[in-house]
């Protein structure tokens, strides 16, 4: 089997380190008013933390995951499915949404949305006659987003904030927020469809500031609402924003105060920001409809930028990164390979078409050092070379089994030498993945979809992996499933 190679960490110091520092650091943390031989015992424990963290549990506080690459890296994890599946731990019932959950400290929080009016019956937003095409059909739906907060040991709700919320994002899609909240420390921030971004107190659910992207931005709403998932760095929050000259914009985490604000897109997109490092420099990487780009992430100064549009805006999927290149892909059949220089020099090595690439959609792709493995267009999963876009092989077993469907997706969770696939049907997967093929170990269908898009029912959230459990919801309920050995 190919070699799994994981991304270089960002820094040595996260901004969220004692959110993804081994629990058993961050209690040792806590022993400052307890018996010098205590916590001198504590650290010795620490000082071996390369034997005892493999061994702790991990928390899952923001979108894939802690270190925000979607690697799960927990170990002694079952090796295949149990018949019958695997043992649910409790199951609660949320509203409708994409949000995927954020584990940290003892808590599950997700956003949903409860709505009060009737999709037909809601008044269409266009002037004139509306588009023929559905999915492009905005109508004023009514209702009110949630955050909701759970007791991770046994899904007991803990609190919520709500908030009214009337949606004007296209109609087929308004089933709530999109967005995974990022938990930092005793803060929690959480961004909704129509551009609501709230920081909350993590133990109530008191909100400590927030902002309004339309009001506060002249952020016009994209077609399918607020997506980007925020990012906190040191003491910054940021957040893929919109509006002129703040398509990214940098806010004090603590105070919601601006710290810095750039780029003027066409429309702010719907990926997610990341930093990387390149060259020994961290690059904030920003896609939006019109280009690929790279920011000094303390001052938002532009280092590198390369023209990539998204058809429809769809700048869905997170960038990827292996050494100084960066992959991403999008609707239509896009995807580009994009070389990164020491001189900020940034530049399109190629780029895919219908035979040829990983034009995947609502999924970030795996890349090793050779290949880029993804859900590409209809639910096609594919094994590309990372060299030329060349395909090694396609398949749809992970997602549909046999055939095409309408906006199919899978996403790929790599945990030790094999990776868990999680479908839009509900079906979690163990698989192997290499040059030579697809392998798949075991399968079990973890929850039902619910929300019906192309003729088909489907869940599109990614789940969350901690605790050596898996977290997964639907449009009704939130469940949590044990995957340990």
């Not at 149990?82 to 954020?102: D, L, Q």
Request: charged share 20%.
């Amino acid at each position: 089997m190919e070699k799994i190679e994981l991304p270089k960490r960002l820094s040595v110091l996260h901004p969220c380190f004692l959110i993804h520092a081994p629990k058993t650091v961050r209690s040792v943390m806590k022993l400052q008013t307890r018996r010098p031989t205590l916590i001198f015992a504590c650290l010795l424990l620490v000082g071996c933390s390369g034997c005892i963290s493999s061994a702790s549990a991990d928390d899952w506080p923001q979108w894939l995951g802690p270190m925000r690459d979607g690697v799960w890296r927990e170990d002694n994890i079952i090796e295949e499915f149990p018949t019958g599946g695997p043992e649910m731990r409790w199951e609660v019932a949320v509203g409708g949404g994409y949000s995927g959950p954020a584990v940290a400290n003892g808590k599950v929080i997700v956003m949903d949305r409860i709505a009060s009016g009737c999709l037909e019956q809601s008044p269409d937003l266009h002037d004139g006659n509306p588009p023929r095409n559905r999915n492009f059909l905005r109508r004023k739906i009514t209702g009110r987003e949630r955050v909701v907060c759970f007791r991770e040991e046994d899904g007991k709700q803990l609190w919520t904030h709500e908030y009214d919320c009337p949606y004007s994002t296209v109609a087929l899609y308004a089933i709530g927020p999109r967005v995974t909240p990022t938990v930092d420390g005793d803060r929690v921030y959480t961004l909704g469809a129509e551009g609501n971004l709230f920081c909350l107190d993590v133990e109530t659910g008191r909100p400590l500031w927030s902002k309004e992207f339309v009001e506060d931005f002249g952020w016009q709403v994209t077609e399918w609402g607020a997506s980007a998932h925020p990012l906190v760095d040191g003491d910054q929050l940021i957040c893929v924003v919109g509006g002129e000259g703040s398509t990214v914009v940098a806010f004090d985490k603590y105070s919601g105060e601006e710290i810095w604000r750039n780029l003027d897109a066409r429309q702010s997109g719907y990926c997610p920001p990341v930093i990387y490092e390149i060259h020994e420099q961290r690059h904030l990487v920003i896609w939006h409809s019109d280009a690929l780009v790279g920011l000094n992430p303390a001052t938002g100064e532009i280092r590198w930028q390369v023209p990539i549009q998204a058809t429809f805006a769809m700048t869905i999927g997170m960038p990827r990164i292996i050494g100084n290149r960066l992959f991403v892909m999008s609707f239509n059949r896009q995807s580009h390979l994009v070389e990164i220089t020491k001189d900020h020099h940034a530049e399109v090595i190629w780029s895919g078409a219908a035979k040829s690439g990983v034009g995947g959609v609502m999924n970030a792709p795996w890349l090793t050092s050779d290949h880029i493995y993804g859900c590409g267009p209809d639910g096609r999963y594919t094994c590309a070379s990372l060299l030329d876009g060349e395909h090694r092989w396609e398949t749809y077993q992970p997602t549909t089994g046999k055939r095409p469907a309408s906006w199919g997706t899978a996403f790929t969770i790599p945990q030790g030498d094999r990776f868990f696939i999680a479908n839009d049907l509900g079906d979690l997967i163990i698989a192997k993945l290499s040059p030579k093929g697809y392998e798949e170990v075991s399968r079990a269908h973890l929850i039902d979809p619910t929300h019906n898009i192309g003729g088909r029912e489907v869940v599109w959230s990614h789940p969350a992996f901690a605790n050596r459990s898996v977290y997964l919801r639907n449009d009704k309920h939130l469940r949590c499933f044990s995957l340990e050995k």
